[in-house]
Nanobody, 115 residues
């Protein structure tokens, strides 16, 4: 069974930074597409950033220039570096792994940005 363990969330002031990590086990990580999503209270879950097995990345317009997604296949970990955080970035952040038609989600980590 695939297991995804997220870490790095917390409380930060506006303008600050956080780095989220998501470690995966029991999945062919190097060929997986990976993504970070977030869900704020009362809102739908949305894609924040994605990275393919080849390293191509895409970002939501709201985070372009502030967030960076990266992956370390040797460590089976995907990261989300979040800079210049804003109160509207407050949400539960989830990582997702896709391999073909298979997908798995992490349990989520809370990010709270105070103004």
């Amino acid at each position: 069974q695939v297991q995804l363990v997220e870490s790095g969330g917390g409380l930060v002031q506006a303008g600050g930074s956080l780095r989220l990590s998501c470690a995966a086990s029991r999945t062919p990580f190097s060929i997986a597409s990976l993504g970070w999503y977030r869900q704020a209270p009362g809102k739908q879950r949305e894609l924040v950033a994605g990275i393919t097995s080849g390293g191509s990345t895409n970002y939501a317009d709201s985070v372009k220039g502030r967030f960076t997604i990266s992956r370390d296949n040797a460590k089976r970990t995907v990261y989300l570096q979040m800079n210049v955080l804003k109160p509207e970035d407050t949400a539960v952040y989830y990582c997702k792994v896709n391999v073909g038609l298979f997908e798995a989600w992490g349990q989520g980590t809370q990010v709270t940005v105070s103004s």
